[in-house]
């Protein structure tokens, strides 16, 4: 069996969807002024349930399957939410979005299933 030097690589790969990255992603495309695009975008409940949270917030989401398009309002640009935000199972958007929307929001994780749940 003989090798060779290999002069390059070409080719193109998908990289399945991320929840964690999913999750942020949403998070920065809101604080962000302009247009986000968001490829490979995890459509799972959790994720989902972030893009209705910052809906609630004021930013406008278009959830288009394969893409997800942010439509920012800039750092301070998010508004309070008429109702309380319901991050489904998720742990990250319950550490983060205090940051991202405080004081302008009430945030509570589901009570059944939260690991906070007895501290609750």
């Known amino acids: 069996m003989k090798f060779r030097k290999a002069t390059g ?9 991320d929840k964690s990255i999913s999750h942020r992603a949403v998070m920065f495309g809101s ?3 302009g ?3 968001i490829h490979n975008f995890l459509q799972g409940a959790d994720c989902l349930s972030t893009i209705s949270c910052f809906e609630k917030m004021g930013v406008s989401i278009e959830n288009k399957g394969g893409v997800v398009v942010v439509h920012g309002n800039g750092l301070h640009g998010l508004k ?10 998720s ?5 983060s979005y205090p940051g991202f929307s405080a004081p ?4 509570l994780p589901s009570p059944e299933t939260s690991p906070y749940k007895n501290a609750l």
Do not use: F, H
Not at 80 to 89: E, F, I, R, S, Y
Not at 91 to 95: A, D, E
């Open 9 to 17: 690589l070409r080719g193109e790969i998908t990289v399945p969807g």
């Open 31 to 33: 604080i962000a002024r």
């Open 35 to 37: 247009t986000t695009e």
């Open 80 to 89: 309070k939410a008429g109702t309380v935000l319901d991050c489904g199972n």
């Open 91 to 95: 742990v990250l958007p319950q550490g």
């Open 104 to 107: 302008r929001t009430s945030i």
